[in-house]
């Protein structure tokens, strides 16, 4: 055993003496072993790189706070400063520590090491900081501020100790100054001024005063760069205040001009946190350009002057009245609406009732004196002719054969329906039970020609689109309520899943860049960490169930009058089908849902969320506009909900991909002016056209004979100034996406859904005031009531508290202060207010009709 020890010796692997001298360094640099006279001994290098000195002289020095040190290091000597000052238990004070490099070229880097009671922080000077893609940056100036734990004690003196060496042969100047911080504890709704730098980090410590339990910590500054991190950190040493460990423990943020974050008492068992702003050393986190590429891999770069001005202010956050005054407001308000639509039914009722007192039905009527009183519209006038509608088609023109057979057919007296039986009219309940399907009717070839016949006709009438069986298209409409439920389900499970999961890493993490709050607003509650946010959307929630409820009533009523037989309901009026109506009060509430599942956590990964309801809702509404006239020939549920799929496809690719790509805006545009124009063909033919290979042949043969050859007019003059308006809309906002290609690509597609069912919704209240009809006055103070709110809710919509955009750091530029109740901000507004608009828009199709009840179908027009 001697023989092999004596062999490693020789051959230098082990050396004693070495081992003894470096046994001695460590205790003296890790264990805070005080040396009270000159010591020769044996170190190794402290920095890296460089020659050992087997021997170094090491000096220690009493300092004083606020006294600049001039010296020399070398890799010969090593200096230790020796520092005591008291503690109180009531007042805590900040060190801080401030070196500067006065030598241009250096052979080796400093060693400064702080040993303290509770621990020891160490750092080089020229102090090298990594910034994107592994450049190095030097900082020949730094500043750390020490960190200072609280004592027991009321009073107690407290030693520290800093060791300064290097490996450097030269002799090399530093100043060294150590300095207390008078305003290390900040005051409540005190702002404190204070300017940072990347080799020069900042922080402070707030007690947390009797009777608050939550705070709002906001760091502001008027200079958007350079790029900044403030963390919120308990007390603890070490402090992480360097841009490559601030996010390693606490909460943090970057910022430019803002920042914000609400600090609960509970997180922090010691009643007191530091509050850490830190300097990046690039601005790319906060949207700023790289300045410059190292032209060699490694190479050290100057930082320059990235010193930044910044101000704290800590505020007491709201208390638990406030929430609670919060959620009243909310449920205040949407309760309102349950007890006005209650009180608009019983008074409906007391309505109906007296009317029925007065004019009492016998049971006995006989189906001719029943069609005599329905041969008039609601107010006792007879509805416009054919001929008066046709009118401004023609400009006066005599009308083709066809039309003026169609108008003899309708405006024909009322002897043909006389005829009728209510066994005829009205089919029994065993009847209306029995199965029968729709392939019944459009397989049959006499059917088909029949549909040619009656759709092509110049003005139609909604009993010519309203030929099949009730019952099969109950079913088919029914199926968009079924299928939209189904989408739901498997739509908001996942959803819940993943926004559970992103706040469960912001609350673990701590990093608050994953989430685009208005933080300056977030009131959290449990886990979440914007709960005013969440609260805001139980509108729509609650108004799309009370809007189900009233379709549900309307739909019993209804279901009873067709029971007994009642000729108003089986011959009169727009037919009556729910299912669209259903659906879309299921999207309002899903939309509430999924609303608040993306407010969890905002991010531009999970925006679709909120969008995608809102796409099904225009279109839905859509379909219900359509369906009113055409009853026949609106789209299936399977077609419909295929088309919504495909515009959410779309949305997520413009979302992932949208940006400034110019091969996918072309694509898109040219998919978007396509489909417009397919569209267009399909509801100028009312769908009597088929594309196949002969399609572009019959489109040349139609503008051969109708526009050149005869020089004829369109056939269906107010469809086709719909259709123009509608593409004019359309091909513009492919042009504007086009040129201008919006970052937020999913709110210019909800844009386009929105402008179209806008421009069809005023095409649709015009022709029906052209037609002799009239609006209620129900419906009438709905559309009053319902564009003033969107108007309201647009001017807060646009208000812009956060962009997903953007840079979360951009984003928080755009933060401001709650403006109701101290509790919800602009974008909850919004909520409020859109969900109620979008109520009064649904009651708008509901009652619109309301006042053809009491005509026939066959004097209800088409358009």
């Known amino acids: 055993m001697r023989g092999d020890w004596a062999s490693l010796s020789s051959r230098g692997v082990i050396n004693l003496r070495r081992r003894r001298s470096l046994r001695r360094q460590l205790l003296v640099v890790c264990c805070g072993r005080r040396q009270d006279e000159e010591d020769t001994t044996t170190t190794l290098a402290p920095c890296g790189g460089g020659a050992v000195s087997e021997t170094k002289n090491v000096v220690q020095k009493d300092a004083e706070f606020d006294v600049t040190y001039n010296d020399t290091v070398t890799s010969d000597n090593q200096t230790i400063y020796a520092f005591n000052h008291t503690v109180s238990r009531n007042k805590t004070e900040g060190v801080h520590v401030s070196v500067d490099v006065l030598s241009q070229a250096l052979e080796s880097p400093f060693l400064f090491v702080v040993r303290q009671k509770h621990g020891v922080l160490s750092f080089q000077v020229p102090l090298i900081l990594r910034g994107l893609y592994q450049r190095k940056y030097t900082y020949s100036h730094v500043g750390r501020t020490l960190c200072q734990p609280p004592t027991r004690a009321a009073s107690e003196t407290q030693y520290f100790f800093l060791d300064v060496s290097t490996l450097s042969s030269l002799g090399t100047n530093y100043q060294l100054r150590v300095s207390r911080v ?37 760091v502001n500054s008027d200079m ?35 920042g914000a974050i609400t600090v609960q008492r509970k997180d922090f068992p010691s009643n007191s946190f530091y509050v850490v702003v830190v300097v990046k050393t690039e601005d790319e986190a906060c949207g700023g350009p790289l300045r ?11 930082a320059g002057n990235r010193s930044k001005v910044l101000d704290v202010v800590v505020s007491p956050a709201i208390n638990s009245k406030v929430y609670v005054m919060g959620m009243l407001f909310c449920l205040g308000i949407f309760f309102s609406f349950y007890l006005l639509t209650f009180f608009m039914a019983c008074l409906e009722n007391k309505q109906m009732s007296k009317k029925r007192d007065v004019f009492p039905i016998p049971a006995d009527t006989s189906p001719a004196e029943t069609a005599s009183l329905l041969g008039t519209n609601g107010d006792g006038k007879t509805a416009a ?34 005829e ?21 009717y459009d397989t049959l070839d006499d059917i088909n020609s029949d549909k040619n016949i009656v759709r092509t006709k110049k003005f139609l009438c909604v009993s010519d689109l309203a030929r099949k069986d009730k019952r099969i298209l109950s079913k088919k409409y029914q199926i968009y309520f079924w299928n939209i439920a189904t989408i739901a389900v498997f739509y908001a499970l996942p959803v819940v899943q993943l926004v559970i999961t992103y706040q469960t890493v912001v609350n673990v993490t701590g990093n608050q860049d994953i989430c685009y709050y208005n933080f300056l607003c977030a009131h959290p509650l449990g886990a979440l960490s914007a709960f005013n946010n969440i609260l805001s959307n139980l509108g729509y ?43 879309m009060g299921t999207a309002l509430m899903m939309e509430g849902l999924l609303s608040a599942c993306y407010h969890v956590c905002p991010n531009y990964t999970n925006f679709q969320f909120d969008t995608s309801f809102m796409y099904m809702i225009a279109g839905l509404c859509m379909l219900k506009l359509y369906q009113k006239r055409h009853p026949d020939i609106n789209a299936s549920a399977y077609t419909a909900y295929a088309c919504l799929a495909a515009v959410i496809f779309f949305s997520v690719l413009g979302v992932v991909f949208g940006r400034g790509n110019t091969v996918f805006w072309i694509v898109f545009s040219v998919i978007h002016i396509l489909a417009t124009l397919l569209l267009s063909t399909q509801l100028y033919y009312m769908g009597r056209w088929r594309l196949d290979s002969g399609v572009l042949r019959r489109m040349v043969n139609i503008i051969y004979t109708d526009s050149i050859r005869q020089c004829s007019g369109p056939m269906y003059i107010d469809r086709m100034v719909l259709l123009v308006m509608g593409n004019i809309v359309n091909w513009s ?21 929105i402008c179209n069912l806008l421009l069809y919704f005023a095409f649709y209240i015009i022709m029906k005031l052209r037609s ?78 309301d006042d053809l009840d009491t005509v026939q179908r066959d004097k209800i027009y088409v358009f």
């Open 733 to 753: 906002l492919a042009a504007y996406g086009l040129i201008e290609r919006p970052n937020d690509f999913a709110s210019y597609l909800l844009a386009i859904g």
């Open 541 to 583: 929630v609650m108004l799309g169930l009370l809007f189900l409820l009233i379709v549900l009533k309307r739909d019993i009523v209804h279901n009873r009058a067709l029971v007994r037989n009642d000729l108003h309901a089986h011959e009169c009026g727009i037919p009556k089908h729910f299912g669209l109506y259903y659906a």
């Open 224 to 258: 958007d760069f350079p790029c900044s991190v403030m963390s919120i950190q308990d007390i603890q040493c070490p402090v992480y205040d360097l841009d490559n460990n601030v996010a390693f423990i606490g909460m943090y943020q970057t910022m430019t001009k803002k």
């Open 772 to 849: 002799g009809e009239r609006i209620k006055c129900l419906p009438l103070v709905c559309i009053l009531f319902t564009a003033v709110v969107w108007g309201f809710a647009l001017y807060f919509f646009f208000q812009g508290l956060s962009t997903w955009q953007k840079t979360p750091a951009e984003s928080r530029e755009h933060n401001r202060d709650c403006i109701l109740l101290s509790f919800f901000d602009d974008h909850d507004i919004w909520h409020f207010l859109s969900s109620i608009a979008m109520f009064g828009s649904f009651l708008v199709l509901l009652t619109m009709d």
């Open 385 to 418: 002719s054919p001929y008066e509608y046709g009118s401004f088609a023609d400009n006066g023109s005599t009308l083709s054969s066809e039309a003026i057979t169609d108008s003899a057919t309708s405006t024909d007296n009322n002897y043909g329906y006389l």
């Open 182 to 218: 008078e305003r290390f504890t900040l005051l409540t709704d005190t702002k404190f001024s204070f300017t940072a730098s990347p080799s020069q980090p900042q922080y402070f410590k707030y007690d947390f005063p009797d009777g608050v339990d939550t705070v709002i910590v906001k």
């Open 292 to 302: 410059f590429y190292p032209l060699r891999p490694n190479e050290l770069i100057d």
């Open 420 to 440: 009728r039986s209510l066994d005829s009219v009205g089919r029994s309940r065993q009847e209306s039970l029995s199965s029968v399907e729709e392939d019944d």
